[in-house]
């Protein structure tokens, strides 16, 4: 769900498979609004919701596992 306030794009399903780091580097530019955070799937994060952020879930080999999106 996204709120009123967030600006620009706001998922990258076409990310999925691509290197993490790259994908950050993609989203940032594609929305300077937010930051792109990588994160290992299992790790724990908080669950808030916040319309500058965007969990970046990479898999043990750092390849985007789930498609990033705001939140």
Do not use: Y
Not at 1 to 16: I, V, Y
Request: charged share 25%; net charge negative.
């Amino acid at each position: 769900m996204l709120c009123a306030c967030c600006e620009g794009k706001s998922s990258w399903p076409e990310l999925l498979g691509v290197e993490g780091k790259e994908a950050a580097n993609i989203i940032e530019k594609e929305n300077p609004a937010v930051d792109a955070i990588i994160v290992t799937i299992g790790e724990v994060v908080i669950q808030d919701f916040r319309s500058d952020r965007v969990w970046v879930w990479v898999d043990k080999d750092g390849i985007v596992a789930k498609v990033p999106h705001i939140g």
